[in-house]
């Protein structure tokens, strides 16, 4: 097993110790198995992807979908638990806002305060812990979504609101305890009282605003915006570092960061599409959605299982990526694997626009120290322990001579 793969298993592990290892024992019995009171669980992409694709048989409404957890939490009209004409009206009226445009200038006009100081910082050998650093980013982006003013104290409570109610749900649990669903029901209320209040507003120059121009009710635009802020924080917090890590393990990380518009070495449009594959097959090496929920709405068949209504389909998302072979951006890319972790059909995430401008907002940031001649090099790192993303807790980084390898959980460097 290779530094990069030992790694990404330790932090699965630490996330999920019981469910991660046996979710992955269960491709070996077969793409498509019975689980008693799990359900059934879908290792294969090409099935998963039918799956999702099949909004007649299969839907997020039901018993053991995501509606069970969300709905007690959002309300029953969030894109994450709605299907048919509902779900097709409030996504268009979404979708203006989520465009590689929109978000781009949202993340632009959000975070560069945030990261600026990252490339100036390790330049002058300082070492940088890239998750705090990420997850003040994230909050910078909760709180121009919500409406606060991102001011030091207002990002932490943002991201610490989110991550509360994000660590309440379990791959194994179908559903919140009536006490959890309270705790999220209040912590949500205080996260989007600003939002209601710039809804009520109706500045455009706020995303709360924009939703009520477009025509979403109040109750709608506090359930999307309750909705983006749960998806896209862990899952940001949690792949940035993981792809650094991954990078950096494998001897991907100057040329990533080289890459993209306007870049020094591989610049224009090869080096965005450089970047934007690296970025692509680091998603499916790590999975950050690790399994997804569907309920049978009439008899079918899944693979070769039969399934009727009420029963559960648990997708196991981090088999049908990782069993596609090791980190390789150079490799032809499965059709049946691509994008598989944003989803397929009328559910593929909305958000996955602003996920990604967040990403290049990172690696644009980091790009001078590689510009001006060092390596970004992973110092040390610690996994995260009972979180539903699979995570860093912590990594640390460090521009200098030579690439670090790793060994143990403090990385060696070579020079």
């Not at 949202?106 to 998750?131: C, F, K, Q, Y």
């Not at 680091?282 to 008899?299: F, G, I, S």
Request: net charge neutral.
């Amino acid at each position: 097993m290779s530094l990069a793969d030992r790694w990404e298993e330790r932090v699965q592990r630490g996330a999920h110790p019981v469910v991660y290892p046996a979710i992955r024992a269960l491709r070996h019995r077969g793409p498509v198995v019975r689980v008693p009171g799990i359900g059934v669980v879908v290792s294969d992409a090409a099935t998963a992807r039918a799956v999702l694709l099949d909004t007649e048989r299969f839907t997020k409404v039901g018993p053991g979908s995501p509606s069970d957890l969300w709905t007690p939490v959002l309300g029953p009209s969030v894109l994450l638990n709605m299907e048919g004409a509902d779900h097709a009206r409030l996504r268009r009226a979404l979708s203006g806002l989520f465009t590689p445009r929109a978000v781009g200038e949202l993340v632009a006009a959000s975070v560069p305060d945030v990261l600026s100081g990252l490339a100036p910082r390790l330049l002058a050998g300082e070492s940088i812990d890239l998750v705090a650093e990420t997850a003040t980013m994230a909050g910078t982006v909760i709180c121009a979504m919500t409406g606060l003013p991102p001011t030091d104290a207002a990002v932490r409570d943002a991201m610490t609101a989110a991550q509360s109610v994000v660590g309440m749900v379990r791959l194994h649990r179908r559903s919140l305890t009536t006490t959890q669903v309270g705790k999220a029901r209040d912590v949500l209320s205080r996260l989007s009282a600003p939002a209601r209040d710039a809804y009520r507003d109706g500045d455009p120059a706020t995303v709360p605003g924009r939703m009520r121009e477009l025509g979403l009710t109040e109750e709608e635009a506090m359930g999307a915006v309750g909705a983006f802020v749960l998806t896209g924080t862990e899952t940001i917090q949690s792949f940035v570092p993981r792809l650094v890590a991954l990078t950096a393990d494998t001897g991907w990380l100057d040329r990533l960061l080289l890459a993209g518009p306007g870049a020094g070495g591989e610049s224009g449009r090869d080096g965005a599409a450089l970047r934007a594959r690296v970025v692509e097959e680091a998603l499916r090496v790590t999975a950050p959605t690790p399994a997804m929920l569907r309920a049978v709405r009439t008899d079918a068949a899944v693979g070769d299982v039969r399934v009727h209504a009420g029963d559960r389909v648990v997708i196991a998302t981090v088999s049908c990526c990782k069993d596609a072979g090791p980190f390789d951006p150079d490799a032809p890319v499965d059709p049946a694997v691509r994008n598989l972790w944003f989803g397929a059909g009328p559910h593929f995430c909305l958000g996955m626009p602003l996920a990604l401008a967040q990403v290049d907002a990172v690696l644009d940031a980091l790009r001078p120290v590689v510009a001006a001649g060092q390596s970004l090099r992973v110092l040390d790192r610690a996994v995260a322990r009972g979180v539903l993303i699979p995570a860093y807790r912590s990594l640390v980084v460090q521009a200098g001579e030579g690439v670090a390898v790793g060994h143990g959980r403090r990385a060696a460097v070579a020079t």
